[in-house]
Structure formats: structure tokens, C-alpha cells
């Protein structure tokens, strides 16, 4: 069992960033891909960025390529996502989620563990 706490969202002006954080506990963090989704009200959950377990390898969606980063550290077992030049169409609530064993995807359905979510409101 893994268990999954996003922290660091608020508001924002457009054009500034935020840093999201998620703590995991639990089976050995190192052994999964860890994600960041994001939903927005009366839409689907859509993926945002995927780290592989090594750390080495991310993949982002097109909407967010060049302004977000996201990167891990396994000896604190915490995944980021530093999010700069938001938009108002990033507001959401954004959730970490890990697949355990994976190389990590962009399918929702594919994560084993998921955190309870943040909010990220960017104002125009």
C-alpha cells in the first residue's frame, strides 16, 4: 500500500508559478513511475507529466511541455512538479498518482495509487 499527499497549491496570478509537491509512504517509492493528472471542473481527468522510476526519463503533455518540470527525489520519497508561465486553463485539481513496477503512461487507469488532490487556480 502506498499512500499519497499533494501539497503546494493555491492561487495564482497568470504568468506566475507554483510548485506541487507529493509525499508518498509506504512500499519502496523507487519502484515506481510517478504522474501528475489534472481535472477540471466538468472535465476528464487529463495527464499532465510521467517520471520513470530512475528518475532519468519524463514525458509531458503538449499543454504544459517547456513550462512545467517534473522531477523526484527517492531518498525522500517526494516527486515535484514545478509549474512556471501558468495559464488560466491550468486551473484545476491537480493529483499525484504512482504505477508500481511501470514505465509510467498517460492512461489514468494504469496507476495503482492515487493522492487525495490540490487546488491550482490561475486568475487572468
Known amino acids: 500500500q502506498v499512500q499519497l499527499v499533494e501539497s503546494g497549491g493555491g492561487l495564482v496570478q497568470a504568468g506566475g508559478s507554483l510548485r506541487l509537491s507529493c509525499a508518498a509512504s509506504g512500499r519502496t517509492f523507487s519502484s515506481y513511475a510517478m504522474a501528475w493528472f489534472r481535472q477540471a471542473p466538468g472535465k476528464e481527468r487529463e495527464f499532465v507529466a510521467v517520471?520513470?522510476?530512475?528518475?532519468?526519463?519524463?514525458y509531458y503533455a503538449d499543454s504544459v511541455k517547456g513550462r512545467f518540470t517534473i522531477s523526484r527525489d527517492n531518498g525522500k520519497s517526494t516527486v515535484l512538479l514545478q509549474m512556471n508561465s501558468l495559464k488560466p486553463e491550468d486551473t484545476a485539481v491537480y493529483y499525484c498518482?504512482?504505477?508500481?513496477?511501470?514505465?509510467?503512461?498517460?492512461?489514468?487507469?494504469?496507476?495503482?495509487?492515487w493522492g487525495q488532490g490540490t487546488q491550482v487556480t490561475v486568475s487572468s
Open positions: 498518482a504512482a504505477e508500481y513496477g511501470g514505465a509510467g503512461t498517460v492512461v489514468a487507469t494504469s496507476y495503482d495509487y
Open positions: 517520471i520513470h522510476w530512475n528518475g532519468r526519463n519524463t
